[in-house]
Every structure is written in C-alpha cells, then in structure tokens.
T-cell receptor
Framework: GENVEQHPSTLSVQEGDSAVIKCTYS??????FPWYKQELGKRPQLIID?????GEKKDQRIAVTLNKTAKHFSLHITETQPEDSAVYFC?????????????FGTGTRLKVLA | KAGVTQTPRYLIKTRGQQVTLSCSPI?????VSWYQQTPGQGLQFLFE???????NKGNFPGRFSGRQFSNSRSEMNVSTLELGDSALYLC?????????????FGPGTRLTVL
C-alpha cells in the first residue's frame, strides 16, 4: 500500500552535533521527495527536496540522500542550532500523471539542546 | 507574490454541524491539495483539485468534500461533524500539479469540534 515510514519520532541532539532522520517509502514509482520543517504554530515550509535522478543534494548545513533501490531517503543536518528545533516531515509523491499526491511520514520532533 | 492564505484561522463547532473552509492559492497556481493534520498522524491527504476538477482523493468518508473555483480558490466542507474531526486543516498549492512540483502550504485552519 501507500506508505512512508519515518524514524525516529523524536530526536534530541546537542547544539553543534549532527541530526539524521530516515524515511522509507513503498511505491517504487515515487520520483520526488520533499522535506518540510514545521515550527510550533507555523505552516510546513519546504527546506530541501530531491528527485529520483539524483542520489544526493546539499544546501549549506542540510543534505538529503536517496537510495532508490532500497526505497530509502534521509535528511542530514550538520552543526545543529537551536533554531533547527522543529518537527520535520518527509514525503514521497505517488500516482500517475495527473493523479499524483504526496504521502507524508508521521514526523520527527527535533530538539537541539543549547 | 502573496503566499497561500486560509480562512478562517480558527473554528469551534459542535457535533453534527457542518463547516466550510477556504483556501486561496499563490497567484498562478492551479493545483490545490488539502490535508488533515493531527498529533501523531502527521499529514493525511484529503483531496487534490486542478482546474476545478478533483483528480485524487484520500481515504476519508464522504462527509469530507471540496470544490475549486475558476480562479483556483478552493473550499472544503465537512458535514455532520464528529469529535474526531478536530484537527488542523492545511491546504497547499502548486503551479501545475505535476508530481515533482513543490507544494506551498497555507497557515491552516484549526477546527475544534465540541
């Protein structure tokens, strides 16, 4: 079925350390994988995305890796800062042209301890 | 460009009532998706509209319905409200509705059913 599993559900790291969040998807036809950050009381904001023809993408302290064979993708945040504290959601697009939708993971609450 | 807007931001209803939520997408965006967000469940896909047509629907009962107007604004309606419908309802817009299009979220409407 359509499913995206996300782990861990909560993650606490010391400021300056790295954080890694992992997601696994079920539909081998998925070809777009965005990551969203949602701060308390705010809307989800796209922080990085990756398409299936790319294995890795980096934007400053944030990187995403994709393993299509294993149907697995991960978010890496280096040199974490207190403002990185938020809930992070991964998603995978599924469906045929014109009928696509995003399936979201259940979220990871990241706490960066100062 | 102005971002995605949703009205109202907060709603309190009682069981059995119905409610209509509104979403105005980013100018030029023709696809609008709706999600229900509850603690522990992440974002659950409700439906997606493109050019006034519903193209995809999630696993929600028929009490949840929606529509899209010619200016791409969208509404969703929930009839015969139940306590379990209490949630944050988010809409997201994208330019053309392709699987690799980035979705931009609105601030959400927080619905409380008493």
């Amino acid at each position: 079925g359509e499913n995206v599993e996300q782990h861990p559900s909560t993650l606490s790291v010391q400021e300056g350390d790295s954080a890694v969040i992992k997601c696994t998807y079920s539909d081998s036809a998925s070809n777009y994988f965005p990551w969203y950050k949602q701060e308390l009381g705010k809307r989800p904001q796209l922080i990085i995305d990756i398409r299936s023809n790319v294995g890795e993408k980096k934007d400053q302290r944030i990187a995403v890796t994709l393993n299509k064979t294993a149907k697995h993708f991960s978010l890496h945040i280096t040199e974490t800062q207190p403002e990185d504290s938020a809930v992070y959601f991964c998603a995978a697009s599924i469906g045929a042209s014109g009928t696509y939708k995003y399936i979201f993971g259940t979220g990871t609450r990241l706490k960066v301890l100062a | 460009k102005a971002g995605v807007t949703q009205t109202p931001r907060y709603l309190i209803k009682t069981r059995g009532q119905q409610v209509t939520l509104s979403c105005s997408p980013i100018s030029g965006h023709r696809s609008v998706s709706w999600y229900q967000q509850t603690p522990g469940q992440g974002l659950q896909f409700l439906f997606e509209y493109f050019s006034e047509t519903q193209r995809n629907k999630g696993n929600f009962p028929g009490r949840f319905s929606g529509r899209q107007f010619s200016n791409s604004r969208s509404e969703m309606n929930v009839s015969t409200l139940e306590l379990g419908d209490s949630a944050l309802y988010l809409c997201a817009s994208s330019f053309s509705g392709r699987a690799s299009d980035t979705q931009y979220f609105g601030p959400g409407t927080r619905l409380t059913v008493l």
